[in-house]
Structure formats: structure tokens, C-alpha cells
């Protein structure tokens, strides 16, 4: 555990609200946790008590308390191993000033937790130690959902992505393989969700009445690219919204969740061979490169676990080229 820092506000912080100053500085740090520090004190600025809200001026103290899996001080950079450095450079597909984008590995978290300590978010610390200059995600995958994941080399870049992402200019596309063949084999599952505990953890399941207030709308837009007779379908899954477990949920909730989903599972066996991991990839990305000059447009191949399942079930790429077709002219945000 770090001791007790205390971090100055830089220029280019001036005027940013201490919540958006800590997911900055410490993205791992949960909004919750945030604010019981708050409320006890821990947290200050210029010695007194604050607000999430608070806007924070150039030049003033913020006091940071010891935090799990907290980044060095400013000054004191966190190193790579020559392992992690290759392990990043394996999973670039796209890398230029502005953007890093990569093919993150099903099981791998994009940022820590509890018990975590091995994560994207951690190892992109490593490549800079100054906070203007540190790399920033941009969005998030599960831990066990593989493909395109997008960083932002700094924060500027950061913000002009995040709000790509509110407004919807940015087109996803999934892959998965799902049990069953959905009916009908394209249409749109517009399902609100909400957070439930359970047992084995956090989950989200579709809103019921009377909870409008806590709900968050989700909508997929889905396609069936090519089936295994009626026992398994490769499905094409374009998310309009962005809900923690959107595509899982959804595709549960409609009778057909995915192959190896351990948080929405099916009751029925995986067939033999399969690999017992989530088969859900976020196989295309597409949206205006941050410079304002032309588009980015990622491809991340196929994860190990969904090349042998294509192959036992006789899909082929072929028929996702057909759909990503379609995904180039359609003009829908994603």
C-alpha cells in the first residue's frame, strides 16, 4: 500500500471537477469508494473537506490517501518488464500520436479491482510518467470478452473520444456464438437493465415495473451470420448503447446466451471440443480519428478459443465479411 501523497493541480487541470481528477489520475479507484473518502476526510484539498462536484483550481494540494493498486507519485515512474513491453507490442493492432489501439486477450481485465493487480491499465502506467502524457482507455471490455480496445495517449484526446462515444458516432461490431438460432434472424432487442446482487456477484437483468429510476436503457441491434443446424448460431451484434454486460444480458434474456458465459449461463452443455470461455469478441471498430482528419477503422482477429470453435462448427470468415459489408454502409451510429 503507497502512503499518503499529496499532488498538485497542473495548468492543464484547471477547472476540472475532483471526481474527473481522480478517474484521471486513478482509474481503478471505484466512484463509491471516492466518495465514503470524501465523507471521512481523507480526501482534501488544500487541507480542507470537499465535494466530488468540487472544481479544482491550477496549483492547489490535493491530498490522496494510501489506495490499493494506486499509481507512483509524480516523478517516480512505473516500470515495464521487457515480458509486458513485448506483450503490448503483440497486442497492438493500431498505433499512431494520438491513439494506441489494441487486441486485448479474453481474461485479461482492463482495469484492477480487489484482487487484481495484473491489468491493461496497469501496464499502459508503465509508459509514461507524467499524468498529461499518460495513456487513458477510452472505453471497456469484460475481463473475459476479447478484441478492440481503444486508448487515448493523452487526456485531450481522451475527451474528444469520450464524448465520440456519448453522441454515438463511434460503430461497434461483435462476435458471438450464441445457443440456438435466434427467430427472427435479424431484428433489435431494446430492453432496459438493472444492477442486481447475486450470490456469485453483481449482475444485470432486465427492469421491472417500478424501476424506471435505476433502470438504464439498452439497445442491440443483432444478425444471424451463419448457424450449426439449430444448436448454435455465430451471431453479428451491434450495441446502440454501452451497458455493463449489454450483449450478454441481452442475448440471454432472448433465450439463446452465449457459449461458455459463466454470469448468464445456459443449462445446456457445451458441445465437445469447445473450449469452456466466453465466446464474445468485439471484432470491429470504426469512428472519426480525434485529429478531426479521416476515420479509424480496426479489425481484431479472432481470440484462440473462437478460432477452434469456428472450426468445429464449419464457420468461416467468409460470412462475416458479407455482414461487415453491411456495416460499412450502414449509416447508423453504433
Same mark, same amino acid.
Given at each position: ?44 484539498v ?62 485479461i ?10 491489468h ?41 473520444? !469520450? %464524448?465520440?462515444? /456519448?453522441? &454515438? ?10 445457443? +440456438?438460432?435466434? *427467430?427472427? #434472424? ?33 439497445v ?21 448503447? !454501452? %451497458?455493463?454486460? /449489454?450483449? &450478454?444480458?441481452?442475448m ?7 457459449? +461458455?458465459?459463466? *454470469?448468464? #449461463? ?20 470504426a ?7 479521416g ?40
Amino acid at each position: 500500500m503507497p502512503p499518503v501523497q499529496t499532488r498538485h493541480v497542473t495548468e492543464d487541470e484547471d477547472g476540472m471537477r475532483l471526481d474527473r481528477w481522480f478517474k484521471a489520475h486513478y482509474a481503478s479507484l471505484p466512484h463509491s469508494r471516492l466518495e465514503k473518502l470524501l465523507r471521512t476526510g481523507q480526501v482534501r484539498v488544500d487541507g480542507g473537506r470537499v465535494k466530488a462536484s468540487t472544481r479544482l483550481s491550477a496549483g492547489q494540494s490535493v491530498r490522496v490517501p494510501p489506495l490499493p493498486d494506486a499509481p507512483p507519485p509524480p516523478g517516480e515512474k512505473r516500470t515495464l518488464s521487457k515480458a509486458d513491453r513485448a506483450f503490448l507490442k503483440e497486442i497492438t493492432l493500431y498505433e499512431d500520436d494520438d491513439l494506441l489501439i489494441l487486441n486485448k486477450p479474453s481474461g485479461i481485465a482492463v482495469q484492477g479491482g480487489t484482487k487484481t493487480t495484473r491489468h491493461i491499465d496497469r501496464l499502459l502506467e508503465g509508459l509514461s510518467d507524467r499524468p498529461e502524457t499518460r495513456p487513458r482507455l477510452v472505453h471497456r471490455l469484460d475481463r473475459d470478452t476479447s478484441g478492440v480496445l481503444v486508448v487515448a495517449k493523452r487526456r485531450s484526446v481522451a475527451a474528444k473520444l !469520450g %464524448r465520440a462515444f /456519448q453522441t &454515438r458516432s463511434v460503430r461497434k461490431i461483435y462476435w458471438a456464438l450464441v445457443h +440456438g438460432v435466434p *427467430k427472427p #434472424p435479424q431484428g433489435k432487442i431494446d430492453a432496459a437493465l438493472v444492477k442486481a446482487a447475486t450470490p456469485d456477484g453483481e449482475r444485470v437483468r432486465k427492469a421491472r415495473a417500478g424501476e424506471q429510476a435505476q433502470a438504464q436503457s439498452a439497445v442491440t441491434h443483432y444478425a444471424v451470420i451463419d448457424r450449426a443446424g439449430q444448436q448454435v448460431a455465430l451471431m453479428s451484434l451491434k450495441p446502440v448503447t !454501452g %451497458r455493463q454486460h /449489454q450483449l &450478454r444480458a441481452h442475448m440471454a434474456m432472448a433465450g439463446h446466451p452465449m457459449l +461458455g458465459d459463466e *454470469k448468464y #449461463p445456459s443449462d445446456i452443455d457445451l458441445p465437445d471440443g469447445i473450449e469452456r470461455k466466453l465466446h464474445l469478441h468485439a471484432r470491429r471498430i470504426a469512428f472519426p480519428h480525434p485529429s478531426g482528419e479521416g476515420v479509424v477503422d480496426v479489425t481484431a482477429p479472432l481470440p484462440p478459443h473462437m478460432e477452434q470453435a469456428f472450426s468445429a462448427f464449419g464457420f468461416t470468415v467468409k460470412g462475416g465479411e458479407v455482414e461487415e459489408a453491411a456495416f460499412d454502409r450502414d449509416a447508423c451510429t453504433r
